[in-house]
């Protein structure tokens, strides 16, 4: 698949919640996950390798009562790159309803991605 066909099933899958599923079919093994600077570290913060991207996804996913809606932009590809906004209405446990809106943005290479990095403001 070249960029535009993973942007493309990357964001139908993601707007099915399958977040995991678009993981281990379009990531490279040894691909990296970034969050902004504040947000780098613990937890959620930067990892890089497929398994501790699932890890995060699943320690994410732990913190969430319940996913009210999920809203994700087409794609808009540049070369190797692309890029969408992503907005989540969640319940979080112990925080409650909140939105979250990110820009995410995506490198493929030799047909995988192999870098993604989340934009957003974080309290």
């Known amino acids: 698949m070249n960029t535009q ?11 099915e ?10 990531y490279a093994q040894d691909a990296t ?3 902004p600077e ?6 959620l913060g930067n990892v890089r390798g497929l398994e501790a991207i699932y890890r995060k996804g699943e320690v994410f996913m732990a913190r969430v009562e319940q996913v009210h809606g999920i809203e994700v932009s087409d794609p808009l590809v540049a070369g190797d790159w692309f890029s969408m906004t992503m907005i989540l209405d969640l319940s979080m446990k112990e925080v409650g309803r909140m939105n979250m809106s990110e820009i995410c943005v995506y490198h ?8 993604e990095q989340f934009f957003y403001d974080a309290g």
């Open 5 to 15: 066909d993973i942007a493309k099933r990357l964001v139908a899958l993601c707007r």
């Open 17 to 26: 919640g399958k977040f995991e599923d678009a993981q281990r079919e379009l």
């Open 33 to 35: 996950s970034v969050e």
């Open 38 to 43: 504040n947000m780098s570290q613990g937890e």
């Open 108 to 115: 493929v290479k030799n047909g995988k991605i192999d870098h």
